[in-house]
């Protein structure tokens, strides 16, 4: 922590108008540490110590999002009003695959939670499409999950194996025709979601 408001003490110093906060897993910030720590934590003391005129927070997984920490970012107007959460899926069996440790609506809870506190933030998230075994059931449920959620850009990425990793073998492939419309859906309904915010 110590090192991180120095840091913010030296980029006011120079006159640096805006920081981002970021790193893997943002959200676990500090439980490496001794004594561990919190995002709370940090940004709390970011807020009562640094001279910097806004911080932005990077990519947090929506389980990290809590109620503290929306209400701290709500009380507070250096911290800006932008949050990315990402979703990656609509489909439960999806995300079980992908081994991420949330569901569908525990995700889309969280960001009407962030909606709701602070309402004129700019909320995004990062999908996936055509994961292997994402079927064209599973693609719906994302496609209308995202439809209905307060959110204000989308980063659409087609799925790439990356050898070594468990999903690099999984089967069945989605045929790169389909991935590339589902993409085209994705980012059409993230554009007029743009528009409209």
């Not at 439980?31 to 927070?57: F, H, K, N, S, Y």
């Not at 069996?93 to 909606?115: D, H, K, N, Q």
């Amino acid at each position: 922590v110590a090192a991180v408001l120095a840091e913010l003490e030296r980029l006011a110093g120079e006159g640096v108008a805006e920081v981002v906060l970021t790193g893997i897993h943002l959200g676990i910030y500090g439980a490496d540490l001794t004594p561990p720590t919190d995002l709370l934590t940090l940004l709390g003391r970011i807020r009562d110590e640094a001279r910097v005129p806004r911080v932005r927070l990077s990519s947090l997984e929506p389980l990290e999002l809590t109620d503290a920490i929306l209400d701290l970012l709500a009380e507070e107007p250096r911290f800006c009003p932008h949050l990315h959460l990402p979703l990656q899926s609509g489909d439960d069996g999806v995300l079980t695959r992908m081994g991420r440790p949330y569901t569908r609506e525990r995700s889309a809870a969280r960001l009407r939670a962030a909606r709701h506190r602070l309402p004129e933030a700019a909320l995004g998230t990062d999908v996936l499409v055509g994961f292997p075994g994402e079927s064209e059931a599973a693609f719906e449920a994302t496609f209308s999950l995202v439809q209905a959620l307060p959110l204000t850009y989308l980063h659409v990425f087609p799925f790439s194996p990356r050898p070594g990793t468990p999903a690099a073998g999984s089967r069945p492939h989605v045929p790169e025709r389909v991935v590339k419309e589902r993409g085209r859906r994705l980012r059409g309904l993230g554009a007029r979601k743009k528009e409209a915010f």
